[in-house]
């Protein structure tokens, strides 16, 4: 037997540990080995952080191209006319877009800003489809001028844009976006009309009987992280029946269905228990339930399949690398304090004081929107030997409530040690703060194994150019 083995035991000390003390005396309960990350497509994280500075997200070019190939052969394989739209709203990071729209995406948006930047990066008007609950009227405007598809999300955009096609001479394609219930909780409701009661086929009706409009999609989105391929199988069936029946009441054959997106990343959220690789589905596993309701249609009655993804094909690919700043709470957790009775210190365990060793990061909620649902990795870049520990990972934010993990397991680190944060590609630069401190740069290795900036770090100038001091206030004390 190992000589420094100590089994769990219960002695008059235990009182003063925190709740897993049993699994924190047995040093090897946890292993010996942590996960590291020592390179990113070849590239060591030490030597990114040391050339571009600390926190810093990486993107790789290789894992986005690959990630987009692999969903376009699942789906081409098994049902040819399938399209795909990369979805901005998750990253629209100009490079990252552009990664997709060389690999055939078109772009799909939700906003003027949105619009406006696809338009910017080459994206023709016609190759757009503009979602969203809310489209300002100008957007609407240039957006019909512009031949964009826009997918009507209510009753009231539906008023407008019958307003804004009556001087069109050519029929305006159009597509709706309806809500079902495919089976999963919760039911998106807030977008779209409702296909249950009848919401749905009212409007297409309504569309139908506008010599300005044709309608050209059945549009749904079911929900995101759906780990429940069989949610696509539904939603794909109740998009096909709601297609007849409109084909049978007014002879109109929509000519495309759209199945948006929410196909999971490989992350886990919180409860979750892993790996990731044993619990989330494939995308050929959503690829045969979906596509399988389709080939059962006669061949002239087939519609083109579209999607709309964004988490499924960019969170993999997405990095934070991070350096400890400080440490906190690290004492021997068999030590005898004479300031806290056992009493005292299963209270303060039990309301969260507990004492568990924490590193406070230079990256925080600030800049991992997504902390809140799901298990972000940290990655060591080096190989540590040495015993787990439960331990905590805090950002540098004057907030309490900036934790980017509650608990995790780790190897003892220092301070300047570096982490890598994965996956955190989807929606976390699209929805990071500028709070106390400036964003990061981020950087892209190419698929020539070259890291390149696409996003300069942020100076004072970038954060308070829009800014403008009125002229009595503009004097020095």
């Known amino acids: 037997m190992n000589r420094d083995y100590l089994p769990p035991s219960i002695g008059p000390e235990l009182g003063r540990q925190a709740l897993d ?80 729209h060389q690999e055939g995406w078109t772009a799909e948006v939700v906003s003027d800003f949105e619009y406006e930047k696809a338009r910017k990066l080459g994206i023709p008007g016609k190759d757009i489809i503009f979602n969203g609950p809310y489209k300002s009227r100008s957007i609407l405007e240039l957006a019909i001028s512009e031949g964009a598809l826009i997918q009507i999300d209510n009753w009231d955009e539906l008023g407008v844009i019958e307003e804004l096609t009556r001087h069109l001479r050519k029929p305006l394609d159009i597509g709706i976006r309806v809500w079902l219930d495919a089976g999963i909780r919760p ?188 298990q972000i990795d940290a990655l060591p870049s080096r190989s540590i030997n040495a015993p787990l520990s439960t331990a905590r990972l805090y950002g540098p934010l004057c907030m309490a409530i900036d934790v980017v993990r509650y608990r995790i397991d780790l190897p003892p680190l220092n301070v300047g040690e570096v982490v890598t944060l994965y996956p955190v590609g989807a929606y976390n630069l699209a929805q990071s703060m500028q709070f106390i401190s400036y964003r990061p740069a981020v950087v892209m290795i190419g698929a020539n194994g070259k890291p390149e900036i696409i996003r300069t770090r942020e100076v004072l100038d970038d954060v308070q150019r829009p800014e403008r001091l009125p002229a009595h206030l503009d004097k020095k004390p």
Request: hydrophobic content about 40%; aromatic content about 10%; charged content about 20%.
């Open 187 to 374: 039911v998106w409701s807030k977008f779209g009309f409702a296909i249950e009661n009848g919401e749905a086929g009212r409007a297409a009706e309504r569309i139908l009987k506008n010599p300005h409009l044709r309608l050209h999609t059945f549009h749904t989105h079911i929900g995101t992280y759906i780990l429940d391929p069989n949610a696509y199988r539904v939603a794909a069936t109740k998009l096909v029946a709601l297609r007849e029946q409109i084909f049978v009441e007014h002879q109109h054959l929509v000519p495309c269905l759209n199945l948006g997106g929410g196909f999971p990343s490989q992350s886990l959220l919180h409860g979750m228990e892993g790996p990731a690789e044993r619990v989330i589905p494939p995308i050929e596993a959503y690829a045969d339930a979906i596509t399988e309701v389709l080939n059962r249609l006669p061949a002239k009655k087939r519609p083109q399949l579209r999607f709309e993804s964004g988490r499924h094909l960019v969170d993999n690919a997405g990095y934070l690398l991070s350096s400890v700043v400080a440490i906190k709470g690290v004492r021997d957790p068999l030590a005898v304090s004479s300031d806290l009775t056992g009493r005292d210190y299963k209270e303060q365990t039990l309301l969260g004081e507990d004492a568990l060793a924490s590193y406070v990061l230079d990256a925080g909620i600030n800049l991992l929107y997504t902390a809140a649902w799901y």
């Open 21 to 100: 003390a049993a699994a924190d005396r047995n040093l090897y309960a946890r292993g010996t080995r942590a996960p590291t990350l020592f390179e990113i497509d070849g590239i060591p994280v030490a030597s990114l952080v040391e050339q571009f500075g600390s926190p810093l997200f990486v993107f790789s070019e290789h894992g986005l191209r690959e990630k987009a190939r692999r969903m376009r052969e699942a789906f081409r394989s098994r049902y040819e006319d399938t399209n795909f739209a990369w979805s901005y709203k998750t990253n629209y990071l100009n490079a990252v877009c552009q990664v997709f």
